[in-house]
């Protein structure tokens, strides 16, 4: 069974940085697509950002430019790195795996408890 469990979250400043990071465990990490996602309450959830097995990398308009995702296939982790944070990146902060190498960059199978980030004005 995948696990995926978040860490990193926290409260900012505007303007601050933070690192969020995911640790997979339970599958085959090297061969899954891996996304951060963000909710904020009655919205739905917003794919940020998305890192293929290929290394490919997506980003949601909204943090191009800010946020960095990577993946580190040794330590079955990958990472959110987010710069030039704004108020309205507050959100809780999901990272997903999925195994199914043809899945759409917005499909994915395994969910973590997601992570709470706070950016205060």
């Known amino acids: 069974q995948v696990q995926l469990v978040e860490s990193g979250g926290g409260l900012v400043r505007a303007g601050g940085s933070l690192r969020l990071s995911c640790a997979a465990s339970g599958g085959t990490f090297r061969s899954s697509h891996m996304g951060w996602f963000r909710q904020t309450p009655g919205l739905e959830r917003e794919l940020v950002a998305a890192?293929?097995?290929?290394?490919?990398?997506y980003y949601a308009d909204s943090v191009k430019g800010r946020f960095t995702i990577s993946r580190d296939n040794a330590k079955n982790t990958v990472y959110l790195q987010m710069s030039s944070l704004k108020p309205e990146d507050t959100a809780t902060y999901y990272c997903?795996?999925?195994?199914?190498?043809?899945?759409?960059?917005?499909?994915?199978?395994?969910w973590g408890q997601g992570t709470q980030v706070t950016v205060s004005s």
């Open positions: 997903a795996l999925s195994p199914r190498l043809a899945s759409p960059i917005n499909e994915y199978d395994y």
């Open positions: 890192i293929r097995v290929s290394g490919f990398t």
